[in-house]
């Protein structure tokens, strides 16, 4: 059975940073693709952030580029998200996902992942 968990929201001013953590079990990690997604209240589900399997490849959206650095550590079978300089407009629910067969073109897109966390909100306040 494959889980996803994430942690590491919370409550930031603007200005601050959290690093969100996401561990996968119960699949080869090192052959998954990681993605992390927002999702704000009324918003579709965004694409902020992609690792290939070997993290040679990592792809941003606009909106968070030099802000956010996205890493992996196979060996503890985690991803990570290292936000920085947080805007009031971060503020969403975070999701990550794990998807086998991701194209780089194609990294923002939620039907490009098979597995998806529960969720762990962040909250930045002006």
């Known amino acids: 059975q494959v889980q996803v968990v994430e942690s590491g929201g919370g409550l930031v001013q603007a200005g601050g940073s959290l690093r969100l953590s996401c561990t996968a079990s119960?699949?080869?990690?090192?052959?998954?693709?990681m993605g992390w997604f927002r999702q704000a209240p009324g918003k579709e589900r965004e694409g902020v952030s992609c690792i290939s399997w070997i993290a040679y490849n990592t792809y941003y959206a606009d909106s968070v580029k030099g802000r956010f650095t996205i890493s992996r550590d196979n060996a503890k079978n985690t991803v990570y998200l290292q936000m920085n300089s947080l805007k009031p407009e971060d503020t969403a629910m975070y999701y990550c996902?794990?998807?086998?067969?991701?194209?780089?073109?194609?990294?923002?897109?939620?039907?490009?992942?098979?597995?998806w966390g529960q969720g762990t909100q962040v909250t930045v306040s002006s």
């Open positions: 119960g699949l080869t990690f090192a052959d998954y693709a």
């Open positions: 996902a794990a998807g086998s067969k991701v194209f780089g073109t194609r990294w923002y897109e939620p039907s490009e992942f098979n597995y």
